[in-house]
């Protein structure tokens, strides 16, 4: 019979521990707060066996006894230390140990933290399990409470990545409502108002995924009025020319702008995906003779 590991004979003693019956002088709380320290000691042994499930799953225990033991502070922590090691290949169950974070985080109106943690939710289901939705979801949740503790660029961040999505997601109208609120919210700062025209650019993209030149002109000026150095920026002329082209049905027009940006700015994927979708509307676009 092979020996036990470490880490699993220190999961015996937690488990061991954690069913025993509280003697005449202990209390019960003391009895799942040894069990929680054993079952954090096990965590560590897995981790360094680089068994990342059995870890996650210790932390996850030790978690539960520090909520037997009403201590919030430590079983958000033993929950984050959970996601952690489900991170390496269990996504879902970094995603399920991640919210009961946030549920302790909330609780103690730490919404700072719990922004954190929604994020990284937002970029597990992004990167990992490419749900787009659920992405979307977590990163407009995490800007909001960014935005309610003052952490104005960090809500920003999150609420670009959102519109992002919303775009892919062919959320058209929701992306712009998006796009905007970051432009509004990065106009006031020295620091972040050179970026505004990169968000007011994708808005007007949307409304040309859209069908809807006549919406992209009206925001190309309503944003010019809102910043007047916008209306002479490579990113304002360009939506100029391709609205035109797209309003003359000019598909040459419009490939031979769309190049000569990409030589000057480099389109990003993001970009490039929308301008290929408005080209493609645009061809699909019945003709009247």
Not at 94 to 120: M, N, P, V, W, Y
Not at 178 to 193: F, I, M, N, P, W
Not at 258 to 265: A, L, N, R
Request: glycine share 4%.
């Amino acid at each position: 019979m092979p020996s036990k590991s470490p880490a699993q004979a220190a999961l015996e003693k937690a488990d061991k521990k954690a069913n025993s019956s509280s003697g005449w002088f202990s209390s019960s709380s003391s009895k799942y707060e040894e069990a929680g320290d054993l079952y954090q000691q096990a965590a560590n042994l897995f981790k360094m066996e680089k068994l990342f499930r059995e870890a996650g799953d210790a932390h996850a225990r030790e978690a539960e006894c520090r909520e037997k033991c009403q201590e919030s502070n430590e079983a958000a922590q033993a929950w984050w230390n959970a996601a952690k090691a489900y991170k390496r290949g269990h996504p879902d169950l970094a995603i399920q140990a991640l919210s009961q974070t946030i549920t302790h985080l909330t609780k103690a109106g730490r919404f700072r933290q719990a922004a954190d943690r929604e994020k990284e939710i937002g970029q597990i289901y992004l990167q990992e399990l490419n749900d787009l939705r659920k992405a979307c979801e977590s990163y407009e949740r995490a800007g909001e409470w960014y935005a309610q503790e003052d952490a104005q660029a960090t809500a920003n961040a999150c609420f670009k990545d959102a519109a992002d999505l919303h775009a892919d997601l062919e959320e058209y109208p929701q992306a712009i409502a998006r796009y905007e609120q970051v432009a509004d919210g990065s106009l006031s700062s020295a620091l972040t108002k050179y970026s505004v025209k990169e968000y007011w650019l994708r808005a007007c993209l949307c409304a040309l995924a859209m069908g809807d030149p006549i919406t992209a002109k009206r925001n190309l000026s309503k944003y010019s009025s809102l910043d007047t150095t916008f209306s002479s920026t490579r990113e304002a002329k360009f939506i100029n020319i391709i609205t035109d082209a797209i309003e003359a049905g000019d598909m040459e027009t419009l490939t031979a702008a769309v190049y000569e940006y990409d030589q000057v700015m480099k389109l990003d994927n993001w970009k490039t995906n929308i301008l290929l979708k408005i080209k493609k509307g645009i061809q699909e676009e019945p003709t009247i003779i």
